[in-house]
């Protein structure tokens, strides 16, 4: 389908399953964690991996994140890869609840593959779990 008014071609959105969006997730090294703090929504960007149907970050003793009373809050997880010439890519958000891992041996693996991007002591291990997987891909 051509917009001739706009000169491009326009992109359909195609539903992903819960394996290929999580693969797709696992391409990249960066992603959005959505939680809320102080009974407000807040968005940081942050670096990850994926293990199984876990994501994984790290942060910071005294992040918003840990600021939660609860021992398991719910977050949104989002990443995506857009081109913005060809108006193709495609996005994947998992929803689930946010843990701190304090097993020392999962936390010293974590911290060995999983390296902070900002230069700050990230000494706290976060999973979210995949409870809801939601992706999409944009094609032509």
Sequence with gaps: MQNESLGFSTARMVELG????????????????GFTYQALPV??????LVDGDDIVIRTHTGA???????????????ADHLDQQTRTGWSVMVTGRATRITD??????????????????????IRVSA????????EH
């Design 64 to 78: 918003a994140l840990l600021s939660s009373t609860s021992v398991a809050e719910v977050v949104v997880y989002e």
């Design 43 to 48: 968005i940081r960007p942050v670096n990850h």
């Design 18 to 33: 819960s394996d290929e969006s999580l693969a797709l997730l696992a391409s990249v090294p960066m992603g959005r964690i």
């Design 104 to 125: 020392p041996l999962e936390v010293a693996r974590y911290q060995e593959h999983l390296i902070p991007w900002v230069d700050m002591d990230m000494d706290m291990v």
């Design 131 to 138: 409870e809801i997987v939601t992706g999409y891909r944009l």
